[in-house]
């Protein structure tokens, strides 16, 4: 017996050292596929060699001899480190995850090839200038270069995700760039989320002043009483049938419907950009600053580079923040010009309602009768699973959404769909010859006159160059919406009625722009930018304005001078404003008596509005915050609280210091009525219980940070245990929703104070000498795991410091990594 159970130990034993030895060979062949600091690629049509040199934090500095070669290196080192980035874009694009991740992004997909972006990406390729063509053309040969490239030893053909899921790239084509612009374009795009909120509160009976009262205006804005949806649509208050006469009919408008938003982040985005005139800096040279914020992934969206070019004669530089599968640089500067973007809230889509005929479902209404639906069919394959065929409609206004996207089924009356018109779905989108134009720009007026091809997204972008000129242009395709639509792009509307047509857009000078202003800054924070006295209709769905006050307050309003010192110091600003708001109306209305600790009221009372991350005092505020947010909302919206979920702090405050259409504060649900006073002691209680749950007794051991964590997640494996140990990047952060320092939290989710939308880059243009500039991005800049460039920018992000922007190789080949040489393959 134990002699027998002595050979099973030594089998055993056997066993686990055979399962050690696979166990590192299989990880020895995966960190093969860690780039190498040194070696020799060939491309094909490349006209001479190009020399990479990555840096000592791994950017790349890209020399050659003409932009095409220059681009067709970038897209080798690209692919090199962000492959599977630039296929997750593609894939999405194409309505194809479900290819490699199964049934979780089916609906997704369906979702992506109703809307079509590669289409328009295909046709709207052939309407690009030449110039542009061919830097596409030669980027897509610089990433086939590598996807095909000869191997060294024992080196995987292709980054870890792409082993783990099975999944091979096909070669990459020009056009695709161009879909990667549109799939920006739908993440920066939130309008639709506010016309599906108002439509969706008018299916519950609310009026047009309730539907305000949760889905606010500007201050500064006076837009035209919204209509009453409800007879619009035929919305009745209590759910039972009526008729209108539009002739739309409901059932029962209490019905449920399994809805479905999308995988991919769409509206999770805010940003800041100003930039300073010489005559307000301590250096007498333009500053500019740039922190565009988008949702946190693993890796960082952005990839860092330095690209290089003989010009007549004469070598151009190109320096900052690219994005993979998308050739030279988004967000940076050349050798006489800077810019920075932030996403407008240009309102470029329209919900319409159309109405199926009853008699013939492949027919919906238009002012001239019943017209026929156009139909494609596309195929969703699977992994693992049968094909999906599924049938595509579209009508004039364009593509039918699918019935339970953003749960349009439950909300739309009986027999209508909702076709989504927007900008970006368009044949000829030229917005890529913007991007690349806007590279070649000698001054601001170049910079503004190369933004006239821009289609979309609008973008708000403020420029310097080194004649100490400033500018801002806001350039896209703007929809002219007729002057009886008094709807105005706030909610769907009926795709049968002509008023709710657009006629035309704008000309390019009717956009907003401005150069040298006499106050020496311009700005903008994702809310109304435009004077009182600009005519033309861009959105009534801005952001909130927290952070555009901030920057008026720091940078406009500032009578110091300005140098590089005060442009970090308020990209690093951690005040919260409506926070401190909502502490002091909150303090005047609760009620006498409070049994909650002193030390707790006391620390909460003299709080100095600072969301540092070793605080405990802000994360009291946001857990008060989002206790009130519900007791507020959740019994007069029931389900569809879940629309509102994530936070808004500007409903907490309108309501609390000015009431509403309705009595927010009294709970439906319990008896009796219920005073503001004692909602707001009631979610103090609870936000403190909750908060004692989660992190311990002791409040004085909380900290802002612990619960802050910066969620870079990675796609697909930030929810795979555990693979998301090794793929997610989180560090602790401060700031918050509304401070400059960025951190926005989703209250709907699991850990609801992670910061999962940021700076997802920060970059500061010193004019005194263009390369002290500074940038920093989330992760690192490369996307394998396994490289020591994978997270090593994640600390010193959060913690507000930078590096270095130069063009200067006697600076940037200090401690370089490495070099790698594009030579031409025959």
């Not at 419907?257 to 982040?265: E, R, T, V």
């Not at 914020?293 to 010009?311: D, K, Q």
Request: glycine residues 8%.
């Amino acid at each position: 017996m134990r002699k027998g159970l002595k050979w099973v130990f030594r089998i055993l034993a056997a066993l686990s050292v055979l399962a050690l030895v696979i166990g590192g060979v299989g990880y020895i062949f995966i960190s093969r596929s860690v780039t190498a600091d040194n070696g020799i690629a060939k491309i094909p049509e490349l006209g001479e060699s190009v020399r990479v040199v990555r840096d000592k934090e791994g950017i790349p500095h890209i020399t050659g001899k003409s932009i095409v070669d220059v681009a067709a290196a970038q897209g080798y080192i690209h692919a090199q480190e962000r492959l599977w980035q630039m296929e997750t874009f593609r894939m999405a694009g194409q309505g194809r995850l479900s290819e490699m991740f199964g049934e979780a992004t089916v609906d997704s997909d369906k979702f992506l090839r109703t809307i079509d972006l590669d289409g328009y990406s295909r046709k709207s390729y052939e309407r690009l200038k030449p110039e542009t063509k061919e830097v596409l053309q030669a980027y897509a040969r610089g990433v086939n270069a590598y996807i095909n490239r000869e191997k060294r030893r024992f080196e995987p053909a292709l980054p870890p995700e792409f082993m783990i899921l099975g999944h091979k790239p096909e070669p990459w084509e020009p056009w695709q760039s161009l879909m990667t612009v549109k799939i920006m374009a739908l993440t920066l795009g939130a309008n639709m989320a506010d016309e599906v909120r108002r439509l969706a509160l008018a299916s519950k009976g609310f009026n047009s002043n309730e539907i305000d009262n949760l889905v606010r205006y500007n201050a500064k804005d006076n837009p035209p009483p919204l209509p009453d949806l409800r007879k619009i649509y035929g919305f009745p208050e209590t759910g039972k049938v009526i008729q209108t006469g539009q002739g739309i009919t409901t059932d029962d408008l209490t019905r449920t419907a399994s809805g479905f938003d999308l995988d991919w982040p769409i509206g999770v985005t805010a940003s800041n950009n100003w930039v300073v005139s010489g005559s307000r800096t301590t250096s007498g040279k333009v500053l500019l600053a740039n922190d565009p914020h988008l949702g946190l992934t693993a890796p960082s969206i952005w990839y860092l580079a330095h690209l290089s070019w003989e010009e007549d004669g004469k070598r151009e530089n190109l320096i900052g923040a690219s994005m993979p599968s998308i050739p030279l640089v988004m967000l940076g500067r050349n050798d006489k010009v800077a810019w920075g973007f932030t996403t407008s809230y240009l309102d470029s889509q329209d919900l319409y309602v159309e109405r199926q005929n009853p008699e013939n479902e492949k027919q919906y209404l238009t002012e001239n009768g019943w017209e026929a639906f156009v139909e494609r069919e596309e195929i969703i394959k699977v992994s693992g699973k049968p094909d999906i065929k599924i049938t595509i409609r579209s009508t004039r206004n364009g593509p039918v959404l699918p019935e339970d996207y953003r749960s349009l089924k439950k909300y739309l009356p009986k027999g209508h769909v909702a076709a989504l018109k927007w900008i970006a779905l368009t044949n000829d989108d030229t917005s890529m010859d913007a991007l690349v134009d806007i590279t070649q720009a000698e001054n601001v007026a170049g910079v503004i006159d190369a933004t006239r091809s821009l289609v979309s997204p609008m973008q708000s972008i403020v420029i310097g160059d080194t004649q100490g000129n400033i500018g801002f242009v806001a350039p896209a395709r703007v929809a002219v919406r007729k002057p009886e639509n008094m709807i105005m792009g706030r909610a769907p509307v009926p795709g049968w009625l002509p008023q709710y047509q657009w006629q035309g857009f704008l000309d390019f000078e009717q956009l907003p722009q401005i150069q040298n202003p006499e106050n020496g800054v311009l700005f903008s924070a994702n809310t109304k930018f435009v004077d009182q006295d600009y005519s033309p209709h861009l959105t009534w769905d801005w952001a909130e304005d927290y952070r555009h006050k901030r920057v008026e307050q720091l940078i406009v309003k500032s009578n110091a001078p300005h140098d590089v010192a005060s442009m970090i110091a308020a990209q690093g600003d951690d005040y919260s404003p409506p926070l401190i708001q909502f502490r002091d109306e909150a303090f005047a209305q609760m009620p006498a008596g409070i049994t909650i600790d002193s030390e707790i009221i006391d620390a909460v009372r003299n709080w100095d509005g600072r969301m540092n991350r070793e605080g405990n005092v802000p994360l009291i505020m946001m857990a008060w915050f989002k206790e009130i947010s519900q007791a507020l909302l959740e019994d007069d919206l029931g389900e569809e609280f879940k629309l509102f979920e994530k936070g808004r702090i500007s409903i907490v405050l309108a309501i609390l210091e000015n009431g509403g259409a309705r009595d927010w504060c009294d709970n439906r649900e319990s008896e009796g009525v219920q005073s503001c006073g004692e909602i707001i002691l009631s979610s103090f209680d609870k936000a403190i219980k909750s908060l004692q749950t989660t992190y311990g007794e002791d409040w004085k051991q909380w900290r802002w940070g612990k619960a802050h964590i910066a969620y870079g997640q990675h796609r697909p494996f930030a929810k795979v245990s555990p693979l998301d140990k090794l793929f997610n990047i989180e560090v602790e952060s401060g700031g918050g929703p509304y401070t400059l320092l960025r951190g926005q939290t989703d209250f709907g989710k699991d850990n609801p104070f992670y910061n999962r939308s940021s700076s997802s880059l920060r970059a500061i243009y010193d004019f005194s000498d263009l390369n002290k500039s500074m940038f920093i991005q989330t992760t690192g800049q490369s996307g394998n795991f396994l490289s020591s460039n994978y997270r090593n920018f994640a600390e010193r992000w959060a913690d507000v410091k930078y590096l270095p922007m130069t063009t200067d190789p006697a600076e940037y080949e200090k401690g370089a990594i490495g070099v790698w040489m594009m030579e031409r393959k025959q």
